[in-house]
Each structure stands twice: as structure tokens, then as C-alpha cells.
């Protein structure tokens, strides 16, 4: 078990790379890019609720939990997405496949301690079109001018947690994190006129380094309703934080050869001002009822202060940001955690849904002001190993974010999420060498 956690830290560094890969979405130019993190595949695969006590699986979305930990926990995760996007006249495809956390949780008594890194959020996008300018005075209809541009952009923001769980009564847990910030987002945007040909193009490229400090608040209570049936809630807040940018700009003559790569002529650096991105505070509250080890259904609300977010750079126009919410059900069925002779009933199947208001409003020249809305179905499987406590957990995500009308863009998407969570017993003096 030991062996396998040091291998497994050694892949943090490429984890933060994987994570710059994690979208495809033009609306992660905005603000810090796509908010990729939604909870372990445990609970994504219930509508990323997190009101559950687990204890063999790390509950990273409220610190409380950390304490409901029986045995050392080591948990990692990775997403395959596939997007379709869509307008009101074209459509593209894209595929990604990141890591989507990797996380270590260990209990000490009535304490549970835990730390990791999450890829927080992504950016990542290729846009490249043709616009024309055409002479409508004559017949039939004359080009008279073709520009060609490519906007690309990669990064995102990793989180560095280190949390800390304590069990205060038999019915309450109370929890505290502290997370470090840290990225790099890259943009740019390639103008170059084709028709009549102009030898030289413009690239801008622009560059933002990220850092800052948050800290996660969390409390959980869980009793018994009767002899058969348990009652479990949680609270989770995270206080308003900032990020601070170190920002750069380039303002390239560039040529495109006719392998499609682009050669610098000329470059200049062209000063911006460093500026400050505020992180939202985040208040969830979300309650369950069931049968422990059987089954158990809840939902959960999250409010977040989005209005106090802004984008990178002083001159991006074209989208603000408004007060978010997210609203999420979800449960799980075991048939029979217990069975020695159906695999099957030992599985446990969990479902949820999703709905956000993302707190992104996009703002188009002759349009009306549009809410960027999330909408999410998943499903999911935790499969045991024989003999162990380590699972193998699989969730399924099917969702529809934005909208094709107003000039925007309808992303249609299918996310496979693969976790795995080893659980063992640590510091046990063996009686037998």
C-alpha cells in the first residue's frame, strides 16, 4: 500500500499537465476557464452530492467527511469526454481524456487527515474560421476581401489541499482545508488576410500566471431516525478568496507558411497591468435519508457569489458573470453488501442528476444577454475486489451545456469517469513476520 501511494505522488507534476488538456469548450475563455472539479467518481455519479459518510472512500468536497475515514484511503481519477458542439449552422467534435484528482486520506483516530492536488479548472479551445467580405452591389455576389483567424487557448487552475476531519460527537463531524492555487493560462489569436494576399499577420498571445490561497469550512450530522434508518446532513462553506495574475502580452508579425505553421517575422512585448481574479464564496447544504450499506437517496443545493468574478485581462469583453446555482439529487442501491455468493448484489449502482445556472452571461452585439446553463444525467457503478476494501468505481455522464440560438454555442457531451479507491489499514504491528 505504501509503495503504491509513492508511486502514485510522483505523477503529480504530470497531473497538472493532463489537466491543461481538460476541455474543449470556448467558454473557458472566461474568467479561469471551465470549473472542472464537480467531486470524486463516487460522487459525480450521484449528481455530485456529498452529503454520504464513507468510510473507505475520500469525500473531497467537504472537509467533515475526512473524519468518517475507517481505513487509509489513497483515491485517483480520470475522465474521457466526448463533446459535440453546435451552432445554428455548424457543428464539431472533440474528445479529451484528463486526470481528475489524486487525493490521500488517513484516519488517526477521531481525526481524519487528508491532502492532494485537483486540476480545478481548464482551459482549453481551437477555434478557426474564414470571415468574408462580400460586395452585395453586384450580381452574382463578389468576395472582395478573406481573412483567415485561429483562437486558441490552454492552461488551468490546480488546487494543492491539505484537510483535516474531526469526529466532535457521535452524530457530528466538523472539517477545515486550506488549498493552494497555482497555473498558467495561455491564449492567442492569429489574424492573417488571405484574399487579396497580405504577406505578414498579426498574433497576439497573451500569458497569465495564477496564485492564491482558499480554505474550505465543512460540518456533517448524521442519526438514527429509527432501528433500520439513518438521517445524514452537511454544510459546507468556502469564504471568498483572490488569485493574483502576473500577466504578459506579445503583439507578433507572423507569416503562414503552406504547411499551416506559422513563422515570427517580428515580436514586441506590449505592457499590461498584473490584475486580481476573486474566487466566489460557496455555501452547500444537502441532506439524505436510508438504510446504511442498502440504500440511501439526497440532494444538495450550492450557492455561489459569482458576480464578484472577473476575467484576466481588463480588455476582455463579451461576457460577465452573475450569482450561480447548482442543484443536485442523487442516491445509491446495494443489494447485498454482504454476499459470498453473487458478485453482483455486492456492487453498488448509483444515480444522480444535475442542474446549474454556471454563473457565466455571454453578451453578443445585437442579442440579448444569455445565462450559460448546465444540465446533467449520470449513472455509476462501485465494483469491489474480492478479498480487499478497494473499489473500481465507473460513472457514466450524459449533459447539455449552453444553447445553438443567440450566436452561442450548444455543447452536447458523454463523460466516462474511471476511479480507483484502495483502502487499507495502516500502522498495525504484525504479530508474524
Known amino acids: 500500500m505504501i509503495k503504491k501511494i509513492i508511486v502514485s505522488i510522483s505523477l503529480l507534476f504530470s497531473l497538472a499537465i493532463f489537466a491543461q488538456e481538460g476541455t474543449s469548450s470556448p467558454y473557458s475563455f472566461y474568467g479561469i476557464g471551465d470549473i472542472k472539479f464537480k467531486g470524486t467518481v463516487e460522487n459525480r455519479s450521484m449528481g455530485s452530492i456529498s452529503v454520504f459518510p464513507d468510510s473507505i472512500h475520500i469525500n473531497i468536497q467537504n472537509p467533515a467527511q475526512l473524519a468518517s475515514l475507517k481505513l487509509t484511503t489513497f483515491a485517483l481519477g480520470g475522465t474521457y469526454a466526448n463533446t459535440k458542439a453546435n451552432t445554428e449552422s455548424q457543428e464539431a467534435k472533440s474528445r479529451r481524456t484528463s486526470l481528475d484528482y489524486l487525493a490521500v486520506g488517513i484516519p488517526v483516530g477521531k481525526i481524519g487527515i487528508g491532502f492532494g492536488l485537483i486540476p480545478y479548472s481548464s482551459v482549453g479551445y481551437k477555434i478557426q474560421k474564414n470571415?468574408?467580405?462580400?460586395?452585395?452591389?453586384?450580381?452574382?455576389?463578389?468576395?472582395?476581401?478573406?481573412?483567415?483567424?485561429?483562437?486558441?487557448?490552454i492552461g488551468g487552475v490546480n488546487k494543492v489541499f491539505l484537510g483535516l476531519g474531526y469526529h466532535l460527537t457521535k452524530k457530528i463531524n466538523i472539517g477545515a482545508d486550506v488549498q493552494y492555487n497555482f497555473g498558467t493560462i495561455e491564449t492567442n489569436n492569429l489574424i492573417y488576410q488571405t484574399y487579396p494576399l497580405i504577406q505578414y499577420g498579426s498574433r497576439e498571445n497573451n500569458t497569465s500566471d495564477l496564485r492564491g490561497v482558499n480554505f474550505d469550512l465543512g460540518i456533517t450530522y448524521q442519526t438514527k431516525v429509527n432501528s433500520k434508518y439513518s438521517f445524514f446532513s452537511s454544510l459546507a462553506y468556502t469564504p471568498e478568496a483572490e488569485l493574483t495574475l502576473g500577466n504578459t502580452r506579445k503583439i507578433e508579425v507572423v507569416q503562414l507558411l503552406s504547411t499551416s505553421a506559422v513563422q515570427v517575422i517580428e515580436q514586441q512585448n506590449i505592457p499590461v497591468d498584473d490584475t486580481k481574479i476573486k474566487l466566489p464564496s460557496k455555501l452547500s447544504f444537502g441532506s439524505g435519508f436510508g438504510e446504511v450499506k442498502k440504500w440511501l437517496i439526497g440532494g444538495e443545493i450550492t450557492f455561489l457569489h459569482n458576480s464578484v468574478m472577473s476575467n484576466r485581462f481588463k480588455d476582455i469583453k463579451g461576457a460577465t458573470f452573475e450569482n450561480a446555482v447548482r442543484y443536485s439529487l442523487g442516491g445509491f442501491f446495494i443489494p447485498n453488501y454482504n454476499s459470498y455468493s453473487n458478485y453482483y448484489k455486492k456492487v453498488v449502482y448509483r444515480g444522480g442528476l444535475r442542474y446549474e445556472n454556471t454563473g457565466l452571461v455571454i453578451q453578443k452585439p445585437g442579442y440579448p444577454d444569455k445565462s450559460i446553463n448546465d444540465f446533467a444525467a449520470n449513472i455509476g457503478l462501485g465494483m469491489p475486489l474480492s478479498g480487499t476494501f478497494t473499489n473500481i468505481n465507473i460513472g457514466l455522464e450524459i449533459g447539455k451545456?449552453?444553447?445553438?440560438?443567440?450566436?452561442?454555442?450548444?455543447?452536447?457531451?458523454?463523460?466516462?469517469s474511471i476511479g480507483l479507491s484502495l483502502s487499507d489499514k495502516w500502522f498495525v504491528k504484525r504479530k508474524f513476520d
Not at 450566436?407 to 457531451?413: H, M, P, S, W
Request: neutral net charge; without cysteine.
Open 131 to 153: 470571415i468574408y467580405k462580400i460586395n452585395t452591389e453586384v450580381t452574382p455576389l463578389e468576395i472582395t476581401e478573406v481573412k483567415y483567424s485561429k483562437y486558441t487557448g
Open 401 to 416: 451545456r449552453g444553447t445553438r440560438y443567440y450566436n452561442l454555442v450548444e455543447e452536447n457531451y458523454v463523460n466516462i
